[in-house]
Each structure stands twice: as C-alpha cells, then as structure tokens.
C-alpha cells in the first residue's frame, strides 16, 4: 500500500499543474477513473487485516474527497481562463464603421410601410394582418359586393379554385385589396377600433403604374362617435407628416366604394410640369387615396351593431407613395430585383424611420 501522505503530495501537485480543463481530465481519469490509483487501493482493501482496512479504508476516503474537491476548484478556475481568453479573442468592437462592402438596401416598398407605420403608430392606431389568399366572402360579400355586383369587374380579379366545391363562388382569391382585413379585424376585435393593415395585393394588370402584385395600406376606426371630420383631420395629419411639409393643401371628392358610404377620393394640391411634379403647391390636383365612413351592411358582416357605432375607413396605395415620394417613374422596375436600381433607389439599412428620429431623412438615401 502506498503511503497515504506522499500520495496526497504527489496528486496535489499534478492537480494544480494541469494547464488546461483537458489535461485535468486526464489527472481525473488517472486518480479516480476505473483504473485509478485511489480506485485501485480501494479495491485492494479487501486483502488488508481488518484494523488496517479500518485504518486505510478511513484515509483513503478522506484522500478521495479531498481529490474531488481539488479537481473541481481547479476545474473551475480553468474553465474561467479558457472563457476569458475567449471573449478576449473574439472581442468585437461594434464602433467600428459599416464594412465598406456592404451593399444591403431596404428596398423603397419597405421604406414607405415604415413611413406609414410610424405615422399611424404615433397616432396610437395597431397593425392588422390578413391573409393573401381569401374566400370571397371577405374580399367582397363582407364588403357590400355580393356576387353579381358590379363592382366586383372593377377589379381584375384572380381566382384560385375550390378542389372541394364545384360552385364558383366557393372559390378563393389573391386578394384584390387590402380591405378584407376591415372584416377580419371586426370578427376578431371589438370597437373601439384602430387598426393600419400594409400588405400585398393583387390583380391582373400590367403597364408603367400597375404591376400583378402591388402594395396597399388600409386603415379602419370604428367608434361609437366617429364622424367624417374625424377623417378628415387624420388623414390631413397623415400627408402633412408623409411628405414632411408643414401644410399641404387637400380637397375631398365625393366617389364611390361599395364599402363605405358617404365615399370620397382625397387630391393633394400639386405643380405638375413636363419634367417635374411638386408636391405641395401649384395649382393641380393629385389623387391619393379612396376613404369615407363604414357602411352599415359592412359594420353588420363584421358582427359589430350599426345603431351602436359607426367609423371611417381608408385604403391607398403603398408603390404609388413610394414612386411620388422618391421620384421613381416605372413601378415594374419596384419587381425586377435589379441591384443597380436598389443602390439607386434604396436605403441604407440603418437609418430607420421614426416620427422622433425624421422619417425619410435624406441623408439616408444611398444615393
Ligand atoms: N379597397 C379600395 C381599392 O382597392 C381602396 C379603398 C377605398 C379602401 C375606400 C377603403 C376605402 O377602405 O374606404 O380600390
């Protein structure tokens, strides 16, 4: 048997020289591993007299703690270095500048929705979701177009069929507006009602200002006192802040949606010339979005009582912000996914937009 006190010497010392967490496992695996010492001497007790095994069997257990516990303070200690050593090798100094090469754009689609968001999130309005792929039901029953209605022409509609119905009005769309989401918020919330829905939409046509997929943004307040003045100022709020101009002159037309009724169309006063249009003086008129205050039958398939409340609604269009925003002539360019026109036209991705921080900040434009 060896002498316990030499052995407690001899494992102390290559205990405290392991330098690293994996030459202590070795020093562990030798003491106490199946094959260690301290193992092995345990096992030879049994041949020992009965007062030496009292005797040995006493030490060799306190010995064995007394391992363990040095093992794990060394353990400890290493694996504190080995971290340290880390963190110092993989120090990342996050003042440095934006690699040159870095050549991400937020594309000018995505700008305006976050132009939008902000201005409608500081005015306390939620955003809304709905799916592109819908029935018919909330695309244009919902929305006072029953089937038949002619309205429904007004928008080139692309149907996908119903595998399990042979009944065309059982077939889904990709919706062909964004107001489907007036009705799918109704179903799922109860007023007061303030709610934004950006997203795509789609129809089947194709020149310099339409394109098969394009965005739009809806807005829908429904209170027991909403009135058409209440449009109004929010939506005067809204283009004053949009095209960051301190008044802007606007004008209502009275129009025509199946949704809502009254219905009206807002123009933006402008200058139009053959090389220029600017946005906020001059004579001529620019239209800008379809509004006007929830009609009865739309409030009813929303589940919501038209005797109790009443709002307005509002539905524009996000690419068309976006070209007379920034001055992009071709929408179909928006869709090409070329990246010298994204560098041209886009921004760089860290210059957010923010009612507090500016939302378009030109200086942010990568041009
Ligand atoms: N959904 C209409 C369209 O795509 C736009 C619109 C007009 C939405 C008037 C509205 C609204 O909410 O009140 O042409």
């Given at each position: 048997?060896?002498?316990?006190?030499?052995?407690?010497?001899?494992?102390?010392?290559?205990?405290?020289?392991?330098?690293d967490?994996?030459?202590?496992?070795?020093?562990?695996?030798?003491?106490l591993?199946?094959?260690?010492?301290?193992?092995?001497?345990?096992?030879?007790?049994?041949?020992?007299?009965?007062?030496e095994?009292?005797?040995?069997?006493r030490?060799?257990?306190?010995?064995?703690?007394?391992?363990?516990?040095?093992?794990?303070?060394r353990?400890?200690?290493?694996?504190?270095?080995?971290?340290?050593?880390?963190?110092?090798k993989?120090?990342?100094?996050?003042?440095?500048?934006?690699?040159?090469?870095?050549?991400?754009?937020?594309?000018?689609?995505?700008k305006i929705?976050?132009e939008?968001v902000?201005?409608?999130?500081?005015m306390?309005?939620?955003?809304?979701?709905?799916?592109?792929?819908?029935?018919?039901?909330?695309n244009?029953?919902?929305?006072?177009?029953?089937?038949?209605?002619?309205?429904?022409?007004?928008?080139d509609?692309?149907?996908?069929?119903?595998?399990?119905?042979?009944?065309?009005?059982?077939?889904?769309?990709?919706?062909?507006?964004?107001s489907?989401?007036?009705?799918?918020?109704?179903e799922?919330?109860?007023?007061?009602?303030?709610?934004?829905?950006?997203g795509?939409?789609?129809?089947s046509?194709?020149?310099a200002?339409?394109?098969?997929?394009?965005?739009?943004?809806?807005g829908?307040?429904?209170?027991?006192?909403?009135?058409?003045?209440?449009?109004?100022?929010?939506?005067?709020?809204?283009?004053?802040?949009?095209?960051?101009?301190?008044?802007?002159?606007?004008?209502y037309?009275?129009?025509?949606?199946?949704?809502?009724?009254?219905?009206?169309?807002?123009?933006i006063?402008?200058?139009?010339?053959?090389?220029?249009l600017?946005?906020?003086?001059?004579?001529?008129?620019?239209?800008?979005?379809?509004?006007?205050?929830?009609?009865?039958?739309?409030?009813?398939?929303?589940g919501?009582?038209?005797?109790?409340?009443q709002?307005?609604?509002f539905?524009?269009g996000?690419?068309?912000?976006?070209?007379?925003k920034?001055?992009?002539?071709?929408?179909?360019?928006?869709?090409?996914?070329?990246v010298?026109?994204?560098?041209?036209?886009?921004?760089?991705?860290?210059?957010?937009s923010?009612?507090?921080?500016?939302?378009?900040?030109?200086?942010?434009?990568?041009r």
């Amino acid at each position: 048997m060896e002498n316990i006190e030499e052995l407690k010497k001899e494992l102390t010392g290559s205990i405290e020289s392991a330098s690293d967490l994996k030459s202590l496992e070795e020093v562990r695996v030798a003491l106490l591993g199946k094959k260690g010492r301290i193992t092995e001497m345990m096992k030879n007790l049994a041949s020992l007299s009965p007062e030496e095994k009292k005797e040995m069997g006493r030490g060799l257990n306190i010995l064995k703690s007394e391992a363990e516990a040095a093992l794990e303070s060394r353990k400890e200690k290493l694996a504190a270095a080995e971290l340290n050593a880390k963190l110092e090798k993989e120090k990342v100094d996050v003042t440095l500048p934006v690699r040159p090469e870095c050549q991400g754009r937020i594309h000018p689609v995505s700008k305006i929705y976050e132009e939008v968001v902000a201005i409608f999130g500081e005015m306390g309005f939620e955003v809304a979701e709905g799916p592109d792929i819908e029935d018919q039901f909330h695309n244009f029953n919902a929305l006072n177009m029953p089937a038949n209605h002619p309205a429904r022409q007004m928008q080139d509609t692309f149907y996908i069929p119903n595998l399990e119905s042979d009944n065309f009005d059982d077939s889904y769309v990709v919706r062909t507006h964004t107001s489907p989401v007036q009705i799918r918020t109704m179903e799922n919330k109860r007023p007061p009602i303030r709610v934004v829905a950006p997203g795509r939409t789609y129809r089947s046509d194709y020149d310099a200002t339409h394109t098969p997929m394009f965005h739009q943004i809806e807005g829908l307040v429904i209170d027991k006192t909403t009135t058409m003045a209440h449009l109004k100022g929010c939506l005067y709020d809204f283009v004053k802040a949009f095209f960051e101009l301190d008044d802007i002159p606007v004008r209502y037309r009275p129009s025509y949606f199946p949704f809502t009724e009254p219905s009206a169309e807002m123009d933006i006063g402008c200058l139009k010339t053959k090389t220029e249009l600017k946005i906020g003086a001059g004579t001529d008129w620019l239209e800008i979005l379809g509004c006007g205050m929830v009609h009865p039958n739309v409030l009813r398939a929303g589940g919501i009582d038209p005797d109790e409340y009443q709002g307005f609604a509002f539905g524009l269009g996000l690419d068309r912000l976006a070209m007379l925003k920034y001055g992009i002539p071709d929408l179909r360019t928006f869709f090409e996914s070329d990246v010298r026109w994204l560098k041209h036209y886009g921004f760089v991705p860290l210059d957010e937009s923010s009612m507090t921080g500016g939302l378009s900040n030109n200086g942010g434009l990568a041009r």
